[in-house]
């Protein structure tokens, strides 16, 4: 009897915090407030080649924007993002990077290939109208970015950007208990490789950091394969990853953003044929700049 007491008493306790954590969340910017972002990216290719040989290209861009907060009301809030300063490092037996946008200009042939793919983005700024609950409204870029053509020797381009603003987290309505889970779909074109990816997300309550409420989120994530590029055959094995959300619930703002990402690729190029095993990390922070 006494084990049957306990049980339904850390049955009582467990429903009572579930309903203690429950919380809404919102994003709560304000006009005249500016964010720093800082988004790092640490990222290793394996590369089995044609003749068998395996190469490996370990990557780390880092780049720091600002968020300035140009309008707001009850429903959303617009935001003029610009990037500051790219930095990309990267080392192999064929290819070495060492880029940094405040350094000038880039000596080296690869590092200089960089520069000229960033120009266009720095100090651009771009016009983001983001929804309470994270929802992408709108998305107008300046013409230094409009301009900008797809091909494999320029990356960064308006179609690719658009992929990488839509994946802001969007909340589900009303409030969320620990354990709530919903899905958020992202559909991405780069260079015409065009994939779908499932975010399964689980709000995972409230926990207290320097005095602050931060909401914890976890979320694991499926990529397919839609559409390889143009005159590429593609198969993706493998595309999972898995991350972490920390949302300053007072604030309404994100203040710490990570995402771990695995894929497995079978490429055939000209008759060629080799596999890409990438793995990454992608850790952005948040820090109100006023």
Known sequence: ??????????LFISILS?????????????KGQAI?????????????LPDGSNQELPMKQQMDSEWKIKDSDEKSFSVDQTVKRVRVTMKSPFMNVDFDSDKGDAKDPFSKQFEVSMKPLLGAPVLLKLGRRGDLMDMQFPDSIKELSASPTNPINAESLKTTYQQVVVFPEGDLTVGKTWEHKIKANNNGMQTESVLKLRFSGIMEEQ???IARIYND?????????PGIEMTIEDATGDGEI???VELGCITKAIQ??????IISVGGQKFSQDIEGTTTTIFRLAN
Do not use: C, H, Y
Not at 1 to 10: E, N, P, Q, R
Not at 36 to 48: A, G, P, R
């Open 221 to 229: 994530t499926v990529t397919e394969l839609v559409q390889a590029p």
């Open 18 to 30: 579930g309903v203690a954590q429950a919380q809404s969340i919102e994003w709560k910017l304000k």
């Open 260 to 265: 771990r990402q695995k894929m497995k690729m």
């Open 246 to 248: 920390l949302f300053d």
């Open 1 to 10: 009897m006494k084990s049957i007491a306990m049980f339904i008493l850390a």
């Open 211 to 213: 005095g602050r409420k």
């Open 36 to 48: 720093s972002v800082e988004t790092i990216n640490e990222m290793v290719t394996n590369m089995t």
